[in-house]
């Protein structure tokens, strides 16, 4: 009987970041990068095409963890195992060449470096004394692995692979412009990005709300051109810019909080630069109740109407106090009418971005440019008006709320000692909401407002997001915990 291949796959997460990158991401390594709710490590392991019972792989992310690895790999895998050593910087973005790389550089006898551009993308080792052997030679020199490569001559070019060392391909990677099972293609031209759609009129109100803002409001947004209609699509172009929305930053950690004052003071140098106009109490309520009830009792209707609600509809039925969406948005419409009711509002009107969260906001520390995105659109003067919270809700539901969590599936949905559910989101926001709470007072907008308006946010999102079921109870489950933080405030 044929012996079946044995593989060891080394996935080395070593390899050094530029200080840009690092800005982005923090501290993680590439492997640990967030990419459309999986990590670039899962995506590579995917687009290798190798899952056989008979493959192991490991990630290695420090000397130290080499080192450890050195010691124990010949007693604990034996000398059967072929060893793939593949470096993190670079990411599968085309599997189809990739397989054919594999498949040739497997059939080397010798120790054989695949290489991009005349760069080290992964090394091949017949068995497990030849990978143990070229280690400690690494670790003598005082290299890592993925330095250390250099010295191997044997040779094959790989092709399908993309160096995310090189800032403008990381940029096209994190911002997730690739197929969504695998890295099919990061192409696409280094100035222009075409937005296009099937909805049309929303193409259309995204275009003409950009040439419709005031100028002096215009220098807060990417401005689109070139807006054409082809077939059941259309399309505007944008000027691409190399930054990445204050999302990934959040996400990954990688804000502190002088930065994220920073951030903060060019939100609200936005907020007070949006043009206003003073309105009747009554045109101010009603525009309230058409963003904070209206809508949300809308989508509340969608959502029960959908075939996925009921399996949601039993989990709240027998694990939450409330019992059923429409108690919870009757608790809503109580504590909002009470916050408001103890709120002073100034009746005016604003020219709002519609959707100002993180996702939508390119930052660049180093310039302190902030740039905006994807506005809620407009097709005629009318459209562009809104409530004056709204923004400031759309901001609260990234920082307070960890909306850009959800988006990355970064949360636990448990059952505790009292059958009840508890929603976890592992990243500790209380500084962060501290201080915007302490922005917040000095721009004159309520705390407690802007929570119960955040919270509608997240209701009103819950029809929009039943493709994760597991999503949209998160999204219940934390619109609870945001509207018991406001009662027990009131």
């Known amino acids: ?112 470096r695949g290489v991009v551009n005349g760069k080290t993308a992964l090394i091949f080792f017949p068995n497990i004394k030849e990978y143990s052997t070229f280690i400690d030679a690494s670790l003598k020199e005082d290299q890592l692995p993925c330095e250390f490569s250099k010295n191997i001559e044997n040779t094959v070019d790989c092709l399908g692979f993309t160096d995310i060392s090189i800032i403008s391909n990381f940029i096209t990677c994190i911002t997730g412009n690739f197929d969504s099972r695998y890295f099919n293609a990061l192409t696409g031209d280094d100035y222009v990005i075409n937005k296009s759609s099937t909805n049309k009129k929303k193409i259309l109100s995204e275009y003409t709300y950009y040439r419709l803002l005031p100028d002096d409001m215009k220098y807060w947004f990417v401005m689109p051109f070139d807006y054409r209609e082809q077939g059941d699509k259309a399309t505007y172009s944008m000027e691409r810019l190399h930054m990445t929305d204050l999302a990934i930053k959040w996400v990954h950690g990688s804000i502190d909080e002088k930065e994220f004052n920073l951030i903060l003071d060019k939100y609200f140098h936005f907020f007070n630069a949006r043009h206003k106009k003073s309105v009747s109490e009554k045109e ?66 604003v020219i709002g971005h519609g959707d100002s969260c993180f996702a939508n906001a390119l930052y660049n520390k180093s310039t302190r440019t902030l740039k905006l995105i994807d506005p809620k659109g407009a097709l005629n003067d009318k459209d562009l008006w809104t409530d004056p919270y709204y923004d400031i809700a759309k901001l609260s539901h990234s920082i307070c709320g960890r909306y850009d969590f959800f988006n990355n599936a970064l949360f636990e949905i448990t059952v505790d000692e009292s059958m009840h559910l508890d929603l976890d989101i592992p990243f500790d926001n209380l500084r962060y909401i501290e201080l915007f709470k302490e922005k917040l007072r000095e721009n004159r907008f309520d705390y407690r407002c802007v929570r119960v308006y955040e919270a509608s946010l997240f209701l009103s999102m819950l029809p929009l997001h039943i493709d994760y079921p597991h999503k949209v109870l998160g999204f219940i489950l934390n619109a609870l915990n945001i509207l018991k933080e406001v009662q027990n405030d009131v």
């Open 1 to 112: 009987m044929k012996k079946t291949k044995q593989f060891l796959f080394i996935y080395d997460d070593s390899f050094p970041k530029s200080e840009i990158i690092k800005d982005i991401i923090g501290e993680k390594g590439f492997s640990d990068v967030l990419v459309k709710r999986k990590t670039l490590f899962d995506y590579y392991k995917e687009g290798s095409g190798i899952g056989t019972e008979s493959t192991l792989w490991l990630k290695v992310g420090s000397v130290y963890a080499f080192e450890e690895l050195n010691e124990t790999m010949l007693d604990k895998y034996g000398d059967d195992f072929k060893v793939i050593h593949c470096i993190s910087n670079y990411i599968i973005s085309d599997q189809r060449k990739v397989a054919r790389a594999f498949d040739e550089i497997v059939q080397q006898k010798d120790v054989t």
């Open 284 to 349: 101010y309520r009603a525009t309230a109740d058409k963003l904070y009830v209206d809508k949300v009792e809308e989508r509340i209707e969608q959502l029960k109407a959908l075939p996925e609600y009921k399996k949601i509809e039993k989990i709240l039925d027998s694990a939450t106090e409330e019992g059923s969406i429409d108690n919870i948005y009757k608790k809503y419409v109580e504590i909002k009418n009470r916050v408001e009711a103890e709120t002073e509002f100034q009746h005016i009107s």
